[in-house]
């Protein structure tokens, strides 16, 4: 891999985040002359002049009491020390608390999902190349038409209803004291797989078609080079040219699909969460969207965007790894 290759797309993602930190910061200021207007106490039996003085003590708490370019100058600062700063909640809790009490559910549901879905997406896609033409590939397209006219929220609903209400599988809404009680006891295990069975499920059907649909397409692609016609006419086992040759140069493909799936990790749990009442990201934007807790929203925001520029640095990165005649805007 060429250095300068690698530094140029290090700048570009470095430009790109530069790019999301200004719009994030200026977008909730467009159109509001005071931000912290709705956070003044009632005046009440206050007098004009002791509600200014209140009103101008929460401006100083966040920080409004200067003009909105020091206000971005600050807030570049703050990021510089990863602060993303104060939440207008009950306590002014910091957004970064905030957002590493509630990372780690979410991650429970998105990274069980993401390898459900890889594992048995490539197997099955795998066979349907190897397969094609016969039951196992035509299921495969079937399934993959009927994902596609089917969201996950719906397949989701689904599922609360018969296997959550109907049948009582599993919980159809999330024990609401699992976060609190949670001590990595085998009992505190077994309810979060209890309650994450039907959300990874609702996320997974999906994901599943979908890396199967382009590992087969992939697959087809490579299965007539030479390569693979050399390695049949040694006489090589059906796995070993399935696994060793055929699949590994097919994998392009797929690397560029997990990116995409990486970058969206933590965001795209959003309805998921809130249909089963998990207590994830995906919950807690909507709260700060709700409450205008706008400083949480930016930090949400901030923290989805960032992940997702370095899950599609590292994918193309990995993506020039695999495949050296990949030279973006280089010469060879």
Known sequence: MKKSYVIKRIIYAFFIFMIVVTLNFFIPRIGVSDPAERYYPPQGNMSEIEYEIIKQV????????????????????GLTRFDLGTSFRSGAPRVGDLIAERLPWTLVLSVSTLLISLV?????????????????????????????????????????FYLGFELELFPAYTNPNMVSQFDWSPQAI????SNAALPILSMSIGGIIGYAQNTRNSVIAVTNEDFILTARSKGL?????????????????????????????????VIIEQIFNWNGMGTLFLEANSQNDYPLMMGIML??????????????????????????????
């Open 58 to 77: 929460t401006r100083e708490q966040y920080g409004f009491d200067v003009s909105t370019f020091q206000q971005y100058v600050n807030y570049i600062e």
């Open 120 to 160: 048995i997406g490539v197997v099955l896609g795998t066979i349907a190349a190897w397969k094609r033409g016969r039951w196992q590939d035509r299921f495969l397209l079937n399934a993959s038409t009927i994902s596609t006219a089917l969201p996950a929220f719906f397949i989701a609903l689904i599922f609360s």
């Open 190 to 193: 077994s309810v979060v797989l």
């Open 237 to 269: 086992s059906q796995n070993t040219v399935i696994f060793k040759h055929m699949l590994r140069n097919a994998m392009l493909p797929i690397v560029t699909s997990l990116g995409m799936s990486i970058s969206g990790l933590i965001g795209g749990a």
């Open 303 to 332: 923290f989805l965007s960032t992940f997702a520029i370095i899950a599609n640095l590292v994918t193309e990165l990995t993506y020039v790894l695999l495949d050296p005649r990949v030279t973006v805007g280089d010469k060879r």
